[in-house]
Each structure stands twice: as C-alpha cells, then as structure tokens.
C-alpha cells in the first residue's frame, strides 16, 4: 500500500535507509566479539546422543531466542553485498554456527526446525565446502553430526516442506565437481559409516516430494551399508 502511494525518489530514499541500518546491525554484531561468543559459545559444549522424541528435556527458550536471532541475521545477510554477506556468515561459522543449527534440529517444535533448516540451506548454498568441513571435525571428534541429524529428521518428519529443504541440502552436500571427487570420496565414506537408523523403511514418504530425484544419490549414499 505504502509502496503504490510514494513516487520513485521517495521510495528510492527509503529503501537506502533500509539497505544501510541493516549494514550497520551486521557490522556491529559481527565486530563484537564478545557477544558471538556469548551467543554461539552454549551450543558447542553439547554432547548429543540419539534424541528420544518422547522424552526430550524441556526447551531451552535462551536458545530458542538465539536460534531465531541467527536466523534473522541469516536472512538480512542476503540483503547485503556479497563481500559483506560472505564475511558475516563465516564468522557465524568459524564461531559454531552449526552446533546451534544441530541444536535445533534435535528439537520437535516447527518454528525452531524450520530456522535451523533455512538457515543451514543459506550457509550450504553459499559455502558448502564449509559445512563439510565442520562434518569431517565432528567425526574426528567422536561426536554426533550434522549429517546424522539431517538423516534422522528425514526419516521422522512428516512436514513435505522440511523434508524438501533438508533433503536439498543434504544433496548439496554430497554433490561434486571433478574436481572436488577425491575429497568428497572422503566425505562420503565419513556419512555412510554413520547411518541413522530411525531413516530405515521411511523412504516411501520421502519420495513424494519434489527433491527426491536430485536427492537419490545422497540417500543411496547414506544407507547404503
């Protein structure tokens, strides 16, 4: 409405106004060092096992807040030029991104699902190499990743569109060039050493989304054992 009512030079200024404050809240969030690691430092200290849908502890709403900040501040780092997005997102992971990500992706409530997948399909779209990265260290670390989460959530969630948005990133993932074939040969050993169970004979509902084909191969890879 506001739109249709202000010329072109009016709408134009606004949207500088809009276009620089949010350059100013990235600059001044990822500059303060203190708060990301106040802000990202909880998660990485968790030592996840298998979650028990039935019996979950009870949600953590500081990190619940913290995840939905995260995924705000993914969502205005699109905004943004490449430079600056680039540099915000991989602070955001050189500080533990991820750990919040797996975090929310345990949890059964939607809203906190829904922002640990939008904001783990911005990272894997602009910087995949990274995430997989992140992957290998857990595996090194003896620790329960990134991957097995993903797996798990695809084989127990019934939301169409979570499925599609995991599944997608999940293929990301394992995609490669020829030029990325040896190490990704790694990577690909590395996930299909960690199965999820809870991914067993609950392919059928996955097939009926639109990603399942561009997904194929990573679910060969994944459970195939």
Not at 26 to 38: C, K, M, P, T, W
Not at 47 to 71: A, G, K, M, Q, W
Not at 72 to 89: C, E, H, W
Request: hydrophobic share 40%; with cysteine; net charge neutral.
């Amino acid at each position: 409405m506001l739109a249709r009512m202000l010329d072109d030079g009016t709408f134009g200024i606004l949207n500088g106004f809009v276009f620089f404050t949010q350059v100013d809240i990235i600059n001044y969030i990822q500059n303060n060092d203190q708060f990301l690691h106040e802000l990202l430092s909880g998660f990485q200290d968790d030592r996840p096992s298998t979650p028990d849908p039935n019996n979950l502890p009870p949600l953590d709403e500081h990190r619940r807040d913290i995840v939905l900040l995260l995924n705000q501040l993914m969502i205005l780092g699109k905004g943004v030029q490449l430079p600056s997005r680039l540099a915000l997102y991989r602070n955001l992971l050189d500080r533990g991104l991820l750990y919040a990500v797996e975090w929310a992706l345990r949890r059964t409530e939607a809203q906190l699902l829904h922002a640990g997948a939008e904001i783990l399909t911005l990272v894997v779209d602009l910087d995949v190499s990274a995430v997989r990265m992140h992957v290998l260290k857990e595996d090194e670390m003896k620790r329960r990743s990134l991957i097995v989460e993903m797996i798990r959530l695809l084989g127990t969630t019934k939301n169409i569109g979570l499925l599609s948005q995991v599944g997608e990133s999940l293929r990301n993932l394992l995609e490669t060039t020829i030029e990325e074939s040896v190490g990704l040969d790694f990577f690909r050993t590395v996930v299909s050493s960690n199965p999820s169970r809870s991914c067993n004979g609950k392919r059928d509902r996955y097939r009926r989304t639109s990603s399942f084909r561009s997904t194929k191969t990573a679910w060969d890879c994944c459970t195939s054992r």
